[in-house]
């Protein structure tokens, strides 16, 4: 059986979570693709790197590449000389999945380490959203110069479909708004202070219940929403801007009493993320892009999306509005590993249509 | 350049908005897929038919086949004795797309037309959902047979791509449970019934503002709902069932008190669809469909659904629960459209892939 060899550059909860999702779905792949899927070579932050199949025929006795046991790893499997650059050099894959961890200010090392598999004529992946908000139409032209496929589902609402949607699902509309709540952090931040706590009250217990990251700066402050509506403006407008273009605005100054006096309006404070297209003076259309604690009617949809829910409406010439909600009900780590994985089901899907 | 001769069954409002969309989107299409769409042939209910192109050659001196000019319809152009299984057994077509009006309870003549232009070889498209809701799992199987595609967007949610999203979008999720509100005529009385009107009165004003129908039963009764979620449940659980199988009750004995009942408990009245798969006794997994009026939350996704928008949504084993929300902003028939054109998209896409 034909095999498809993936390269999981960063192995962290996302990387854990998908390794196990492809065990478990890979019959179900065998059956509908006739490939088996394999995990060739694992990334760490910290322990170093795997790499299997250098010699396929000598390290498992038969042409096959022999996946990685990602069931059963030991310490000493990983060679702490092998880092990222070392891995995706190396060519050992036919996908590699970028998930290593975000730096959303610059969007490295994951932009360079997408350039060099797609230089390499590697497919990618990436549940990173710092490529596509800082270099997605490059690196998409990269893709096509190469013959090869690039994708990011997992990068904005985990593995909702929101830019299959468009793409497969919306074919010939225009899209000429994009808006939504992306950031759950803020979210599970503002609902906690409806509920009559204070602000540092509601980050402690987002803390506590894994909604709220050690530094949650990134989060709080807009910058996460800002990436994500970046990134979505992007791809789906076919515009080239970056994080930095957003006007942003986060929810550190909300306070209880603002909150307070919104409900006596019927009204809720939501992190809302908007971009839409305007006319220039000179005609054209340019990218405006905002994140900004914003009042909304207590029975809209934003305003009914609860913690951990979160939400894209885009405006059609041809279809009006379409949104897409996502409810997670696992811990949505394994939310994001589908979007990875629905990524590798659709390279697999298109190298069978050909 | 190539062309995609296209066959219209059925001209209502439908027909003429998407033939209206075919040539707006003319240009894109051509560029898009190097193929050049033309309608060869139309079938009304009662002015009969045209069938263009029966001689490419003499009729317009080119190899093309010429389409019919559907901006300057004459009656000398209709031949009154040209039905619709004339124009199928032509064959004068690559693409039948059916749009006759439904008979819920038989599916028919339209469900005829499909299999009748499947066993041709003929790709079909159906706007009308009685051959999905009657006879779904014998026409999938034939255009399997045949080798040509059989595609059916429109049937629910317009141009909404619920069926998309569930078969290009979300990939091997098995989907457990559909849900939603389908029936835009019923969501307009009760939310009518909620500002005041009694359920004579806010039958009355649908039918003013073009929301009600001449003779509204099988959208009251909950027919209309209750075929759509049989399609879904057909096509996304892949199940074989007919609207007869689902337990349905319609709206006509809501009254206007009931509705203040559920106010003052902060609810409302919704006509809710929802299909799932139970285990039985002998752990075989067993569809049930059910369209009733429910008391849901006022901040809940069904109570914020106003007059014109609707909502599907689907639970999934990987990706938990995923939502689509139609809101119309132009009258409902363009966006019908659009789903039979995304349709004739889809086929060319897939045309253009092998």
Chains 1, 2 share one sequence.
């Not at 305007?278 to 009042?295: A, F, I, Q, R």
């Not at 009914?304 to 010439?317: C, P």
Request: proline fraction near 4%.
């Amino acid at each position: 059986m034909k095999q498809i060899r993936i390269a999981l550059i960063g192995y962290g909860n996302v990387g854990k979570a998908f390794a196990r999702m492809l065990i478990r779905k890979k019959n179900y792949i065998m059956e509908t693709f006739g490939c088996e899927p394999v995990i060739t070579a694992i990334c760490t932050g910290s322990r170093g790197g795997i790499l299997s199949a250098a010699d396929p025929a000598g390290a498992c006795g038969t042409a096959a590449a022999c996946g990685i046991d990602t069931e059963h790893l030991s310490d000493d499997q990983f060679d702490r000389g092998l880092d990222a650059f070392a891995i995706i050099d190396s060519g050992q894959y036919d996908v590699m999945v970028e998930l290593t961890p975000i730096n959303i200010m610059t969007g490295m090392p994951a932009t360079e380490h997408v350039r060099r598999a797609l230089n390499l004529g590697k497919h990618v992946i990436t549940a990173n959203k710092g490529p596509i908000a800082w270099a997605y139409r490059e690196l998409r032209d990269l893709a096509r110069e190469k013959g090869v496929q690039f994708l990011y589902e997992a990068t904005v609402m985990d593995g909702v479909p929101v830019y299959n949607l468009a793409r497969e699902t919306l074919m010939g509309c225009q899209i000429t708004e994009v808006s939504g709540i992306f950031n759950a952090t803020t979210n599970f931040i503002l609902t906690e202070m409806e509920k009559g706590s204070s602000f540092e009250d509601a980050v402690a217990e987002g803390r506590r219940q894994g909604f709220v990251e050690a530094d949650p700066s990134m989060d709080i402050d807009g910058w996460d929403a800002a990436a994500k509506l970046t990134a979505l403006m992007n791809v789906l407008m076919d515009v080239h801007i970056t994080p930095l273009d957003i006007d942003r605005t986060g929810i550190s100054a909300i306070t209880k009493a603002q909150i307070e006096e919104a409900a006596a309006q019927g009204k809720k404070i939501k992190l809302i993320c908007r971009g839409v297209l305007t006319e220039g003076k000179d005609g054209g259309l340019t990218p405006v892009g905002s994140v900004k604690p914003t009042l909304v009617d207590q029975e809209s949809l934003p305003a009914i999306m609860d913690a951990t829910s979160s939400y894209v409406s885009v405006m059609t010439d041809l279809m009006g509005g379409v949104t897409v909600i996502e409810e997670p009900f696992e811990p949505e780590i394994d939310h994001t590993a589908y979007g990875v994985l629905s990524d590798v089901l659709r390279i697999l899907a298109n190298a069978h249509a050909r």
